[in-house]
């Protein structure tokens, strides 16, 4: 089991939809990420929040708009994405975003019809 | 720009023998590495880690090696295990503070 949690596990929408990934993490972690991965491609970064605020957002088109509610807490926003959205959406978590570990969550699967 | 590579994209070891996955990355700069395990339906897992001030490491079953003249990173699993077949990635610490930059990952697949 991971220290990461990230709901919902799987989530299949269609293009006008709008739809919010979550992620939770209780270590007290200060950096929180979210990557997309294609199948049998490496985690790609998209953005990075440091103490709560943004601090990289890797050129991801508006149709994915994250948010930090808390230092505990990561969303993602979804609104119009489009058949190649879909892919893994993983979260991690980092002790404050220097060179250490980052810890992932399972991901959701989302499948855009 | 500059990346993190891998050498081979699949890894057949017997069970019991050791494994050794390589990366080789090439931004100089670079002063954190760190190694994942993905299984399949699974995010990736930490390893193990090394700054560049050393060029070995040692965990459970698994050592870490740098080389920074050449600009290599390997791991090593000793007593490859059924359970270590997994996608395995290193990384780097990207040009942006938080950022980790992922090599194309090895399939590791352990034969009885």
């Known amino acids: 089991d991971t220290e990461v949690t990230q709901t919902p596990k799987h989530l299949v929408m269609g293009m006008t939809n709008k739809k919010s990934l979550k992620c939770e993490q209780h270590m007290g972690h200060r950096a929180m990420y979210w990557y997309k991965q294609k199948a049998k491609k490496p985690p790609e970064l998209m953005f990075v929040y440091s103490y709560e605020k943004l601090s990289i957002n890797e050129s991801v088109p508006s149709r994915f708009s994250p948010e930090c509610p808390n230092s505990s807490l990561l969303n993602l926003h979804l609104h119009a994405l489009q058949p190649e959205d879909s892919a893994l959406y993983l979260c991690?978590?980092?002790?404050?975003?220097?060179?250490?570990?980052?810890?992932f969550g399972d991901g959701t699967r989302l499948s855009i019809l | 720009g500059e990346s993190v590579g891998l050498h081979l994209p699949t890894l057949s070891v017997q069970e019991g023998d050791n494994s050794i996955i390589n990366c080789a990355y090439s931004?100089?700069?670079?002063?954190?590495f760190i190694w994942y395990k993905q299984e399949s339906g699974k995010g990736p897992q930490f390893i193990i880690d090394?700054?560049?001030?050393?060029d070995k490491r040692q965990g459970q079953r698994v050592t870490v090696l740098l080389n920074k003249t050449v600009k290599h990173l390997s791991l090593q699993i000793a007593a490859t295990q059924p359970g270590d077949s997994a996608v395995y990635f290193c990384?780097?610490?990207?040009?942006?503070?938080?950022?980790?930059?992922f090599g194309a990952g090895t399939q590791v697949v352990v034969t009885p």
């Open positions: 090394i700054r560049s001030n050393m």
């Open positions: 990384a780097e610490n990207g040009d942006s503070w938080g950022k980790l930059q």
């Open positions: 931004n100089s700069a670079s002063d954190y």
């Open positions: 991690a978590s980092s002790q404050d975003g220097g060179n250490q570990p980052q810890h």
